[in-house]
């Protein structure tokens, strides 16, 4: 790596971000995610004077497709790669061909996987500087040095990859405390108008930073751990400025008629939560939703929340089996908790989206079936099962090591990651396939009289987990039928995104009157 001067003059960065988890999406030609950690980027280098474009790449690229859209991007100083796990491979290979049309241009990677495991993405052929954890102002500093033509080997936060090889590692610079002294992202580096989110007059928002729990599959409590001061690592804007950022979004476009705040635990500070609520139901009263903890909830709170717009609110519930949740995820949450917490929401017509994990370690189809009568006995509005996949630098994924579930090589295209003999693909599959069909049923079961509902548990307890359930071809059946529903749902968001809105409507508003 040869030091960059740039003479006096501001700096070009073009930020890439690979935004699909299917690799065949081949065809996907709008639409896309919103990334908060990038906007944000965008506003401080902005603010700074420097120049900031986004490549956003919506779908696999093969090598002619992707260099000529770097070219048709222009030239720059710096091109910043947002790296997540799973898209990994694909990022070094963008990389390789980045450096073949661009071979003086100085490559940064930053994001999560790169916090987790910097060495490994430092080593690749073609990167020259990964940012450990929050890299505003790591690049902003970056940014001007280069622009002054100062040495910048030694900037807080950065690793550089020095011209013999060796890995220099500079310390992680402290948090701040204060997420008010961030400016309002740059919501105009993205096509905002033609997100996936917005077409559906959707707008996806975050108001804080990082999480205080310890769940061993998330990669927060690694992320906390970088940080000199990690005692402040889950901070939220102030109220006011968080309304600030919904008004100065809203200005910008005025279409957007409801709010989804993916803040990883919206309530996770209570006293904040209740005044931010207070002052949303005054001053924006769009319907929202957000993701919510059970154990720090209150019923009182739920009324609030119902006032203020909160439609739908989304929980993990994770594992359905106690013995799981506390000792494998370190989610210490009793099922009557959480069955008493969902009976707020339901006397409150609030619909209730939960996330469930499905193929952890050391589970079966057994417990797995846990999972889905406890979904059915909180009465989930929707219910969202994912394959659990190992993060590495994950206390589950160290698990999952040890007991010897992750196979040798790359593992990261496997539909089903850990290789249990207990819990085989195929019954993962299957659960994670028919999740919400068995839901229902189940909720039928419970509903029944004693005399009825016992026995028709049982038939559906057989059709989970006997003998002779024909996983595999059941399996099949249901990716043909995944196929047709994805490929409708995307037509209508990207074609009929008015009869999208009016569909999801009207089941909310259904859901609210079935409670009155």
Not at 145 to 153: L, R
Request: net charge positive.
């Amino acid at each position: 790596m040869q030091l960059k001067n740039l003479n006096g003059r501001k700096a070009r960065m073009l930020l890439v971000y690979p935004d699909y988890t299917d690799r065949d999406s081949t065809n996907r030609t709008s639409g896309g995610n919103y990334s908060e950690g990038l906007a944000s980027i965008s506003a401080v280098l902005k603010e700074g004077g420097h120049s900031v474009s986004l490549l956003h790449l919506l779908n696999l690229h093969t090598e002619e497709m992707f260099k000529k859209r770097l070219r048709e991007a222009g030239e720059f100083d710096i091109i910043g790669f947002s790296v997540r796990t799973t898209a990994f491979p694909d990022s070094q290979m963008y990389i390789k061909w980045t450096k073949e049309v661009y071979p003086d241009v100085f490559i940064i990677c930053g994001s999560y996987h790169v916090t987790l495991v910097p060495d490994e993405v430092l080593a690749v052929d073609g990167v020259d500087c990964v940012c450990i954890g929050d890299g505003e102002y790591a690049e902003l500093e970056l940014c001007d040095k280069m622009s002054a033509g100062e040495d910048y080997t030694n900037i807080e936060s950065l690793y550089f990859k020095m011209p013999d090889g060796s890995f220099k590692k500079n310390p992680v610079r402290p948090l701040f405390a204060d997420l008010d002294r961030i400016p309002i992202p740059d919501f105009d580096l993205f096509d905002f108008d033609n997100l996936e989110s917005s077409k559906v007059g959707t707008a996806i928002v975050v108001v804080s930073r990082g999480c205080f729990y310890n769940c061993t599959y998330c990669g927060n409590g690694n992320f906390r751990k970088v940080y000199p001061n990690k005692k402040i690592y889950a901070r939220f804007r102030s109220p006011e400025n968080a309304i600030l950022y919904l008004k100065t979004l809203l200005a910008k476009h005025p279409y957007i008629k409801f709010i989804n705040f993916r803040d990883a635990i919206f309530n996770m500070f209570p006293d904040w939560f209740d005044r931010f609520i207070e002052m949303y139901k005054n001053e924006i009263g769009l319907p929202c939703t957000g993701n919510i903890r059970f154990d720090i909830l209150t019923e009182e709170t739920v009324k609030k929340m119902k006032e203020c717009g909160f439609y739908t609110i989304d929980m993990g519930l994770e594992s359905g089996d106690q013995e799981m949740r506390f000792k494998y995820l370190r989610r210490y949450q009793t099922d009557d908790m959480i069955i008493r917490c969902s009976n707020w929401f339901h006397k409150y017509g609030i619909s209730q989206l939960t996330y469930n994990i499905i193929g952890l370690p050391f589970e079966d189809i057994h417990r797995a079936l846990k999972t889905i009568k406890l979904n059915a006995r909180i009465k989930s509005d929707r219910v969202i099962p994912n394959i659990f996949y190992p993060y590495e630098g994950t206390p589950l994924y160290d698990i999952s090591k040890e007991a010897g579930f992750i196979p040798e090589g790359d593992f990261t295209t496997r539909r089903v990651p850990l290789v249990q003999p207990q819990f085989p693909e195929e019954q993962v599959l299957f659960i994670e396939a028919y999740f919400m069909h068995f839901v229902r049923r189940y909720k039928w079961a419970f509903a029944m009289p004693r005399w009825l509902g016992k026995p028709y548990e049982k038939f559906l307890d057989a059709r989970v987990t006997g003998r002779f359930v024909p996983y595999k071809l059941l399996v099949k059946l249901h990716d043909g039928f995944a196929f047709v529903r994805n490929k409708l749902k995307d037509f209508l968001v990207n074609h009929l995104p008015k009869l999208y809105v009016k569909l999801r409507v009207l089941k909310h508003r259904k859901k609210a009157k079935d409670t009155e």
